[in-house]
């Protein structure tokens, strides 16, 4: 019952470089979500994917692209990390009725120096 | 203005209290409303849902909504230090439930 896997946990990151972060759920949800946690700004939406095959924009798209590869797996990228990106980031899926709500991964910290 | 405003705290009780957290928000399309709890270093995970006014009750939690006041209320009751951690609500509205809009969270501990 692994639920929403995040990977990596943890990446420090030099100005200027990319990465991916991976998110996967076995819950057979149609929406997954990525949002950023900053202290005093509490969460706030990325990106989003209805359903597969589409994706959205949230509050803070800047600096980010997205990849729902899958009904399963959805990835954020960062092309080129700016020390504003330090965070930690979330993945979530849900059902698609906004009837159960979300279920989150356990988080990413990203810190960009 | 944010979407949602919460009280950062941290809020600190002793164990066996009432405690009361809450959210206000502006948007009076909000209908779907959420409470999450988050321990240190962990994602959130979902407490309570309710949808458009009215109460609901889980164990020794409660959930409120009063829609007139734009005013959402979670109620702890006998409160555990197991209850120590941040809660977040969360709200969307209906015809766009794919975006929830979250309050900042607030930190709860209950001392032994």
């Known amino acids: 019952n692994a639920g929403v896997t995040q990977t990596p946990k943890f990446q420090v990151l030099k100005t200027g470089q990319s990465m991916t972060l991976q998110c996967a759920q076995d819950?057979?949800?149609?929406?997954m979500y990525w949002y950023r946690q900053d202290p005093g700004m509490g969460l706030r939406l990325i990106y989003y994917?209805?359903?597969?095959?589409?994706?959205d924009k949230g509050e803070v798209p800047n600096g980010y692209n997205v990849s729902r590869l899958n009904k399963r797996e959805f990835s954020l990228r960062l092309e080129s990390a700016a020390p504003s990106q330090t965070s930690v980031y979330f993945c979530?899926?849900?059902?698609?009725?906004?009837?159960?709500?979300?279920?989150f991964g356990s988080g990413t910290r990203l810190t960009v120096v | 203005q944010k979407e949602v405003e919460q009280d950062p705290g941290p809020l600190s009780v002793p164990e066996g209290a009432i405690v009361s957290l809450n959210c206000t928000y502006s948007?009076?399309?909000?209908?779907?409303f959420m409470w999450y709890r988050q321990y240190s270093r962990k994602g959130p995970e979902l407490l309570m849902y309710t949808y458009s006014s009215g109460n609901k009750e889980d164990g020794r939690f409660t959930a409120q909504v009063d829609k007139s006041s734009k005013y959402i209320s979670l109620f702890i009751r006998d409160s555990q230090p197991s209850d120590s951690a941040t809660y977040l609500c969360a709200m969307s509205e209906v015809d766009n439930f794919n975006k929830f809009y979250f309050g900042s969270g607030t930190k709860l501990n209950v001392k032994p």
């Open positions: 994917s209805a359903s597969e095959g589409t994706t």
């Open positions: 819950m057979n949800h149609n929406s």
């Open positions: 979530a899926s849900e059902e698609g009725t906004a009837n159960y709500g979300y279920t």
């Open positions: 948007n009076s399309a909000f209908q779907y």
